[in-house]
């Protein structure tokens, strides 16, 4: 396999990767139609930082610890599970009605809002071992002959989480039109519940998980 094809075939199997649906696509959906873009491409770029994190274990060679050691699979498992299981019973019980943010000061606090949507990205990937399993089944089958293995893999990594950051932006810019719909206090409440359910569903999914 030469240089050219493997990117070609990278490009093609991560592109069909991103844009199956996740929880990464529900949270930047939602926090893009209910609290603007601006909070939406700070999710997304922290869910790019995880997936570049993961992809520099997985160059290093940490990555395969957590295939080797089921104790290490399973804490990262159940933490990442709880962790969404969390976000999204907080969403149930405490739903909003408003899109605006509390606070006097407008700026600091869409800079604070903007920065834990960032980390609620980051953490929702870092404690998904399923990405860090992924990065080491999927990564090594598309690095040729005669390239450095580490950098390489790191390579495809930061294609991928660029391939994501497209997603996430058009993603962002179809539901710039829905924000004014959707922002009635009602849908907003119902928004929020749908999502905290989904991210119950995505947390049990994957507690079941297996490597």
């Not at 997304?44 to 089921?70: D, F, K, Y």
């Not at 599970?81 to 407008?106: C, K, Q, T």
């Not at 809002?113 to 929702?124: A, E």
Request: glycine share 12%; charged share 10%.
């Amino acid at each position: 396999m030469t240089i050219t094809q493997s990117l070609l075939t990278f490009l093609l199997a991560a592109g069909v990767l991103t844009i199956t649906p996740g929880v990464d696509t529900v949270m930047v959906l939602r926090t893009s139609t209910l609290e603007g873009p601006r909070h939406a491409a700070f999710a997304a770029l922290g869910i790019g930082l995880g997936c570049l994190l993961w992809g520099a274990a997985v160059a290093l060679g940490l990555g395969a610890l957590l295939a080797a050691s089921e104790l290490a699979f399973t804490l990262l498992k159940w933490a990442g599970a709880a962790y969404l299981v969390w976000l999204g019973v907080g969403l149930i019980r405490a739903p909003r009605s408003s899109l605006a943010l509390p606070g006097a000061d407008g700026t600091a606090t869409a800079r604070r809002g903007g920065m834990d949507w960032l980390r609620k990205g980051l953490f929702t990937n870092l404690l998904n071992p399923k990405v860090g399993v992924f990065y080491i089944t999927l990564l090594p089958q598309f690095v040729p002959g005669g390239v450095p293995v580490a950098g390489y893999t790191f390579l495809l990594a930061v294609i991928h989480v660029g391939l994501g950051l497209l997603w996430g932006l058009l993603l962002i810019g179809a539901s710039v039109p829905l924000s004014r719909t959707l922002s009635r206090p009602s849908v907003i409440k119902a928004m929020d519940r749908m999502t905290g359910f989904m991210f119950i569903a995505f947390g049990a999914r994957l507690a079941l998980a297996r490597r």
